[in-house]
């Protein structure tokens, strides 16, 4: 066999190697992109830290209805939200307890903005308050008498009951009405208790 006949020979062998190399790649790369899609296309269970089951879809219809896709995720509450955006926006501690504040304000039909507002007033959230007292409400506080609680959730759910019982009930439900008994005082400096309230109370949207 000549040396050009060699040569030829072993070239067309490489030719070979390299055409049935491209197509098994081809193939393996279609299959590979086929598992891929089937996979995307179901629903997978995510696990969360807390134990709830999640169901998400990474592949969804254009054209959603309340049967064409069913996500086990409680819809929070927005106002929740709402109160701990404005703490936060003060940098001020009272931001871990949006949950408490609207909780106490559902319980005892209160103005959701109402309590969040009278805290940033009496101490600009819960940053100066009298020591020891998780007191940001100035609730029961005349000169050294001083009302304290064991931590801020007990305050908001007495705060929360006190303004339901000895105000809301008693007809005084605006700023206005409720700064006259809660404190007198501002009112001979022309109701700047009620203006910082109803203030505060106007950003908790």
Same mark, same amino acid.
Request: charged share 15%; proline share 5%.
């Given at each position: 066999?000549?040396?050009?006949?060699?040569? #030829?020979? @072993?070239? !067309?062998?490489?030719?070979? &190697? *390299?055409?049935?190399?491209?197509?098994?790649? =081809?193939?393996? %790369?279609?299959? #590979?992109? @086929?598992? !891929?899609?089937?996979?995307? &296309? *179901?629903?997978?269970?995510?696990?969360?830290? =807390?134990?709830? %089951?999640?169901?998400?879809?990474?592949? !969804?219809?254009?054209?959603?209805?309340?049967?064409?896709?069913?996500?086990?995720?409680?819809?929070?509450?927005?106002?929740?939200?709402?109160?701990?955006?404005?703490?936060?926006?003060?940098?001020?501690?009272?931001?871990?307890?949006?949950?408490?504040?609207?909780?106490?304000?559902?319980?005892?039909?209160?103005?959701?903005?109402?309590?969040?507002?009278?805290?940033?007033?009496?101490?600009?959230?819960?940053?100066?308050?009298?020591?020891?007292?998780?007191?940001?409400?100035?609730?029961?506080?005349?000169?050294?008498?001083?009302?304290?609680?064991?931590?801020?959730?007990?305050?908001?759910?007495?705060?929360?009951?006190?303004?339901?019982?000895?105000?809301?009930?008693?007809?005084?439900?605006?700023?206005?009405?409720?700064?006259?008994?809660?404190?007198?005082?501002?009112?001979?400096?022309?109701?700047?208790?009620?203006?910082?309230?109803?203030?505060?109370?106007?950003?908790?949207?």
């Amino acid at each position: 066999m000549t040396n050009g006949a060699v040569l #030829f020979n @072993l070239s !067309l062998v490489k030719n070979l &190697s *390299l055409c049935l190399t491209w197509y098994l790649a =081809t193939i393996f %790369t279609m299959v #590979f992109a @086929l598992a !891929l899609f089937i996979y995307t &296309s *179901l629903p997978h269970q995510i696990s969360t830290l =807390t134990g709830s %089951t999640y169901q998400s879809y990474k592949a !969804l219809p254009l054209n959603l209805t309340s049967n064409s896709l069913e996500i086990n995720i409680g819809k929070g509450d927005a106002r929740e939200l709402i109160v701990a955006n404005f703490f936060k926006g003060y940098y001020t501690p009272l931001s871990s307890f949006a949950r408490e504040f609207v909780t106490t304000a559902d319980l005892y039909h209160l103005d959701y903005r109402l309590m969040p507002a009278i805290a940033m007033q009496e101490s600009n959230g819960g940053k100066i308050l009298p020591a020891n007292s998780y007191n940001p409400f100035g609730y029961g506080v005349f000169g050294k008498q001083v009302l304290r609680f064991n931590s801020f959730p007990e305050a908001i759910s007495t705060v929360g009951k006190g303004l339901k019982e000895n105000y809301i009930d008693q007809g005084l439900a605006t700023p206005e009405e409720i700064m006259a008994k809660y404190t007198p005082p501002s009112l001979q400096k022309g109701g700047a208790w009620a203006n910082g309230v109803s203030t505060f109370m106007s950003e908790l949207r």
